[in-house]
């Protein structure tokens, strides 16, 4: 049963480096400028936070991004008026923008750990087979850890996937 286990945790291990591996290989994807991996990132009306190389930060809807322009343009709200700010390439820091759907391992391994102790007491207090006094390492615990591992693995994807994360992308010194 315990080799059971340890397979176990050695697939969900690689599951999550692999989750991990492609994410980052997808933020590494070639761009000349911040402002084209932006435009291959946001669309027009995402809130976006421009930070300037003076620290000054402007919050607004995303109007349009012209990376071969090297401009992003966005729609302020000030003073119950809009108004539309540019922001040249040379003046920005980063790009700060918010989003869901994005594959967090930390929260699947932490999903996996808390489901798996969880789930193992869980099994331990409910089978019959253990007396009650030291570990009891019979069929509940070990059935009861994978069980709840797998349900933390699930939970812990659901829950990195549902909750908004902020993106940033660095804009080098031009």
């Not at 994807?157 to 994360?165: D, E, I, T, Y």
């Amino acid at each position: 049963m315990r080799s059971c286990i340890l397979r176990f945790i050695f697939v969900i291990g690689l599951f999550i480096l692999t989750a991990a591996t492609a994410s980052a290989q997808n933020e590494n994807a070639v761009h000349t400028n911040c402002l084209e991996k932006a435009a291959a990132k946001l669309d027009s009306g995402d809130w976006v936070s421009v930070v300037t190389r003076t620290s000054e930060v402007t919050t607004a809807h995303l109007v349009f991004l012209q990376p071969e322009r090297f401009t992003i343009s966005v729609s302020v709200l000030q003073d119950g008026a809009s108004s539309t700010r540019e922001f040249a390439l040379e003046e920005i820091a980063t790009i700060q923008y918010r989003r869901t759907g994005k594959l967090r391992p930390s929260y699947m391994v932490l999903g996996t750990l808390i489901g798996g102790v969880v789930g193992s007491i869980i099994g331990r207090a409910t089978d019959p087979d253990c007396d009650g006094e030291g570990l009891c390492f019979e069929f509940g615990g070990s059935a009861g850890f994978v069980i709840g591992a797998v349900g933390g693995l699930v939970g812990g994807s659901v829950l990195s996937l549902a909750l908004p994360a902020t993106e940033k992308i660095t804009c080098d010194s031009p």
